[in-house]
């Protein structure tokens, strides 16, 4: 016979059968006691209706508005998600707030006639005509614009070998005023000669030539302390408020790289105030005084090789920390013309909530994000990524790229042909330079309108500090300021913050259950109570466990039984297995019956 197990399930999975259902049993409870006293509209409906038919009715419509409500948030949550960022236009910002933008002014000609004389009579002495030196000039030019070159490239590396100068030192410009030949002892001839023969051999026309009178905000200042040499698209330039990158000084460069020392080097009146040279300038108001205004001399007369085919030179408007190239907007001056340039600023600004939203949706960068960079510029990213892809097949960089690059070696007369072949390939794969950049704009930036006016200007009587004393035939006058008192923001946020996505959610689940903050707490406290009554009540069954009567205790009959006349004795004792062996122990326990 089969003998039944101690704790009274014939299986393993009865017994999990049987503890499935009570949780179901406890459940059904749970849920009908909720249910009774939520707060959720409609739900208490489910349970106290009459009629079976009116239950399901109530429980389909309550299925139905929660999952109404989880498609709206599902919906605010995509919406959220996909477009995490608003932005705010206002037009009501004061113009001085607006930093100034920077100017760089780049002559056309890029071959000075003056100093190309003294490189050619250099050349002459080398073995050189007067017809291949013309070639090498006139070819120099398409290191900026890549073009049919003139000259051979045996003859051009042989006429750079014979100069003994790299490229960027060929073309580079050099404020002939920072070196004065008179603060060298007249008995150091050979110190007096050598800076002679630099201030004589550079190729470009210096500033200090190109610009003749320079004001700021109505005050005069020496151009040659406002302005420096600097880097553009267009070679090598005359920056004001420029401040791209770390701070270069090419024509101390230039000395060191000749042996010719610093104290030759007029140096700057440090306790002067200089506009643009410390910091970025901004301004008070608007109007043709309240901004930049230069006299030039173009030189029309000195021309050996130009970039274009009329005698003038380029005015960059351009973000002060971009380097002038994509998104610089250009004007053109002309010798004997007066223009003025007028601006209207806007600038995009992003919270710092911004920083927190992944890269990938928010599309833009911040300052210090991008590794090596402390100043991030998106004009500056995408005019590197196109020398490196136009020029970087070659081997080269342009004399012109933005940053130094002493690890590649700058592009000659002899790479003009793999360039303008590499241009040619991708113009036919129609490649965009700018989807394969991998630039992303900057999350702070500011651009500038350009609206400019060129006027001839005629003989009449006029005068003014700027103009005073200079020729208007061949001088030409620039103006640059703001035409506008505000300025255009555009400012970034986020679309809500994680207060307002919760308050969102909660007016959605609101609208479709009637529901609060209370009725999470509500179903909380009910699933709580659950459970701390199911795990009390296996609490006390475990303390209330004990094995069966049989395994404790042993029945034994008494050794005597007696009658009397209308009654009879009978005794029983249950004793303890370990006392069997003594039924007399004072452990043992028993009962009497008496009947009468």
């Known amino acids: 016979m089969k003998s039944k197990p101690e ?10 059968t049987l503890g499935y259902r009570s949780f179901v049993k406890r459940l059904k409870r749970s849920l009908r006691v909720y249910c009774e006293n939520s707060g959720l509209h409609g739900f ?9 038919l009116d239950r399901i ?3 389909t419509i309550c299925m139905s508005s929660i999952a109404f409500c989880v498609i709206l948030m599902l919906r605010l949550w995509a919406q959220f998600s996909n477009n995490p960022t608003m932005t705010i236009i206002d037009t009501s910002n004061p113009i001085k707030d607006l930093q100034f933008p920077g100017i760089t002014i780049c002559n056309n000609n890029k071959v000075y006639k003056p100093h190309a004389d003294v490189i050619a009579q250099k050349l002459l002495t080398n073995g050189f005509d007067a017809n291949m030196s013309n070639r090498l000039f006139f070819s120099l030019m398409k290191l900026i614009r890549p073009d049919k070159i003139e000259i051979d490239n045996a003859t051009a590396l042989s006429a750079l070998d014979t100069l003994g100068y790299t490229v960027e030192k060929l073309m580079l410009e050099v404020k002939s005023s920072f070196y004065s030949v008179r603060q060298i002892p007249a008995t150091d001839s ?6 002679r023969f630099f201030l004589s051999l550079q190729l470009m026309q210096p500033c200090s030539l190109l610009l003749v009178r320079c004001a700021w905000l109505g005050q005069i200042h020496d151009c040659n302390k406002i302005f420096k040499t600097v880097k553009s698209n267009e070679g090598f330039c005359c920056g004001f408020n420029y401040h791209f990158g770390p ?4 024509e101390k460069q230039y000395l060191q790289s000749t042996n ?3 104290k030759h ?6 306790s002067e105030p200089l506009p643009g040279v410390g910091h970025i300038l901004d301004v008070p108001g608007t109007g043709r005084d309240i901004g930049l205004s230069i006299a030039l001399n173009i030189d029309g007369k000195n021309y050996k090789s130009s970039v274009r085919q009329f005698v003038g030179a380029t005015v960059l408007t351009h973000d002060p920390i971009d380097y002038p190239d994509v998104g610089a907007q250009p004007s053109t001056l002309l010798p004997g013309h007066v223009m003025s340039v007028t601006l209207a600023g806007t600038r995009f600004e992003s919270s710092d909530a911004i920083r927190n939203i992944p890269l990938g949706k928010r599309m833009c960068l911040f300052d210090g994000e991008k590794y090596g960079e402390r100043k991030y510029s998106y004009q500056t990213c995408i005019s590197k990524c196109i020398h490196q892809t136009s020029y970087g097949y070659c081997g080269c960089l342009p004399f012109f790229y933005p940053d130094d690059h002493p690890n590649v070696r700058t592009c000659y007369l002899t790479d003009v042909d793999c360039i303008l072949a590499r241009r040619r390939n991708l113009s036919r794969i129609k490649l965009s330079h700018i989807n394969d950049c991998n630039c992303l704009p900057q999350c702070n930036d500011q651009s500038y309108e350009v609206i400019s006016e060129s006027i001839q200007l005629g003989d009449i009587e006029f005068d003014s500090e700027i103009t005073h004393g200079l020729n208007a035939k061949t001088t030409t006058f620039l103006y640059v300021y703001f035409r506008d008192g505000t300025y255009l923001d555009y400012r970034k946020d986020t679309i809500m913050g994680w207060d307002g996505l919760l308050a969102s959610f909660g007016g959605i689940f609101g609208l479709c259950l009637g529901g609060s903050v209370i009725s999470f707490i509500e179903f909380i406290y009910y699933l709580l109570n659950e459970l701390l009554a199911v795990r009390k009540k296996r609490l006390e069954t475990k303390s209330h466990r004990l094995p069966p009567a049989s395994k404790l205790f042993v029945s034994v009959a008494t050794s005597k039984v007696s009658t009397k006349k ?6 029983n004792e249950q004793l303890c297995r370990q006392s069997r062996t003594n039924p007399i122990s004072p452990n043992s326990h028993g009962f009497r019956v008496f009947l009468d």
């Open 44 to 52: 208490r409906y489910i349970v106290t209706s009459k009629t079976c």
């Open 57 to 59: 009715v109530w429980f």
């Open 247 to 250: 701070p270069r000084n090419y």
């Open 260 to 262: 010719v020392t610093e």
């Open 566 to 571: 209308r009654g009879f004795h009978a005794s």
């Open 7 to 16: 704790n009274g399930y014939n299986s393993y999975e009865e017994k999990q």
């Open 265 to 270: 080097v007029q140096s700057h009146d440090t």
């Open 190 to 195: 050979r110190k007096r000669e050598t800076v």
